[in-house]
């Protein structure tokens, strides 16, 4: 049985040498930390507690799962499952309650305003990880709307809620609403993030576009996204990254088109659009041409760290924490970073290296 299997495995790295990790190298001796990462999908994706995950792998798709594959080399990672169209408040505490192993808590006052209901499911018999505190750390790394969502999460460990607190019983309020735990978190990784917002919505009114104000596609619109920037803060006990990606290349007339040969087929034409859209929001911010290049879903100068906030380009030899870290532009569409589909990507020497850093911070 065991030769039956291990021709499998040959018969498999010979198909999809992206599953092979040879020839990827790390060295945990040099780590400093080892706290675990966990990974958080964007607007309609999935993760572990989905059924979906088994099917194709929301990190790593047709490459095969690169959770898994990572966890190979010594690292301990984990793939989350939040709201797949949720707002970033309510990914944020489904995000908790699956790393704390609690029942997912949205807040009395969220809920009543929102209408909906306050609880969600218990993730006390499954949490994604055994132990989180100040001294069990963990590593957030969010794509796309993900990026939004730990974010969010951070914001509510490290101050809380003021709303939740004003009217809630304390012996019912959730402990994500208490604060005073900024110090779990020790990397933040956005990854190809709406962190500004998006021009794939448009320049409309959400108010009166969406029926719904509790949701991502509410969330990413630029002036919403910037009113949710001015609630969310960096500490200097937390590293802060961010990867921006472009599928775009500029055509002679000042306007960006897709790369084809980079760019999935089933965003050919949103990275069209976006590449000449330029207007004024309904609150007046004015989007320019600086904001054309794009990944197919997200505007590269919203991916990277939040207007405002403080920001350095990434020098790898001297990392600091407490501000946005910016790498230079990842050259893939908006999927690239999740090992794309039909353009399929090996990024699991990409991710491996990206870890590798981290743990030796």
């Known amino acids: 049985m065991k030769k039956v299997i291990a021709l499998f495995m040959t018969a498999l790295m010979y198909f999809f040498p992206s599953l092979n990790l040879s020839h990827i190298r790390t060295d945990p001796a040099s780590w400093n930390t080892n706290y675990s990462f966990v990974y958080v999908h964007g607007l309609a994706g999935w993760g572990s507690y989905d059924f979906m995950n088994h099917v194709l792998p929301y990190w790593g798709m047709l490459g095969g799962d690169m959770i898994k594959n990572l966890n190979r080399l010594g690292f301990h990672c984990v793939s989350a499952s939040v709201d797949p169209q949720g707002s970033a408040w309510d990914r944020a505490c489904e995000l908790y309650a699956q790393l704390s192993g609690t029942r997912v808590?949205?807040?009395?006052?969220?809920?009543?305003?929102?209408?909906?209901?306050?609880?969600?499911?218990?993730?006390?018999?499954?949490?994604?990880?055994?132990?989180?505190?100040?001294?069990?750390?963990?590593?957030?790394?969010?794509?796309?709307?993900?990026?939004?969502?730990?974010?969010?999460?951070?914001?509510?460990?490290?101050?809380?809620?003021?709303?939740?607190?004003?009217?809630t019983d304390p012996q019912d309020l959730s402990a994500l609403f208490m604060g005073g735990k900024a110090d779990w978190i020790y990397s933040i990784t956005t990854l190809a993030a709406p962190t500004n917002g998006t021009t794939a919505y448009g320049f409309g009114d959400p108010d009166k576009e969406l029926p719904n104000r509790d949701c991502a596609a509410y969330d990413m619109y630029i002036d919403n996204a910037l009113e949710i920037n001015k609630t969310l803060h960096v500490r200097d006990c937390t590293y802060y990254f961010a990867i921006p990606c472009s599928t775009t290349v500029r055509a002679e007339d000042g306007t960006y088109v897709p790369d084809k040969s980079i760019t999935e087929k089933r965003m050919l034409e949103s990275a069209a659009q976006m590449g000449k859209a330029t207007g004024v929001t309904p609150k007046g911010f004015v989007v320019d041409e600086a904001w054309l290049e794009n990944d197919g879903s997200v505007n590269t100068i919203s991916a990277g760290a939040p207007f405002g906030a403080p920001s350095v380009q990434l020098d790898k030899e001297n990392i600091q924490s407490g501000v946005w870290n910016v790498t230079e532009t990842f050259r893939g569409d908006h999927m690239s970073l999740i090992g794309d589909l039909f353009k399929s990507r090996n990024i699991r020497p990409l991710y491996a290296d990206w870890m590798q850093m981290i743990n030796c911070l």
């Open 105 to 167: 808590d949205y807040g009395k006052a969220h809920s009543e305003r929102c209408g909906h209901t306050r609880f969600g499911k218990d993730f006390s018999k499954k949490p994604l990880i055994k132990s989180w505190s100040g001294k069990d750390k963990v590593n957030l790394l969010g794509h796309s709307f993900g990026g939004v969502t730990v974010r969010m999460l951070a914001e509510l460990m490290a101050s809380g809620s003021d709303e939740e607190r004003r009217v």
